[in-house]
């Protein structure tokens, strides 16, 4: 079956920077699009990145992290990376990733598969 594990999440003092890292098992991973969103307490899931199949174009940021935060993958290894630097506390969040047969969306009703999700915890 499709799995989905994330991991890299923990504290951070604001300013700090976390890699987050997820690793795709049971499906074909260069045919997925992957995304990366976020979910706060007592607030809806956001998107926060996504990147496509190949990853040399269609990568899309939210506002929120634009030149903060950096999506890319690694097809050899099945798994797919959010570099975050300069973080806020407003990005403590659960951080899940997605993935979604074919292209890239920002919607995560697109997304066919998720990981259970890592915390990113950012202390002022």
């Known amino acids: 079956q499709v799995q989905l594990v994330e991991s890299g999440g923990g504290l951070v003092q604001a300013g700090g920077s976390l890699r987050l890292s997820c690793a795709a098992s049971?499906?074909?991973?260069?045919?997925?699009?992957m995304g990366w969103f976020r979910q706060a307490p007592g607030k809806e899931r956001e998107f926060v990145a996504a990147?496509?199949?190949?990853?040399?174009?269609?990568?899309y940021y939210a506002d929120s992290v634009n030149g903060r935060f950096t999506i890319s993958r690694d097809n050899a290894k099945n798994t797919v990376y959010l570099q975050m630097n300069s973080l806020k506390p407003e990005d403590t969040a659960v951080y899940s990733c997605?993935?979604?047969?074919?292209?890239?969306?920002?919607?995560?009703?697109?997304?066919?598969?998720w990981g259970q999700g890592t915390q990113v915890t950012v202390s002022s």
């Open positions: 049971g499906l074909t991973f260069s045919a997925y699009a």
């Open positions: 990147i496509n199949r190949s990853s040399a174009t269609n990568i």
């Open positions: 997605a993935a979604r047969r074919y292209g890239s969306s920002q919607y995560d009703r697109d997304y066919n598969y």
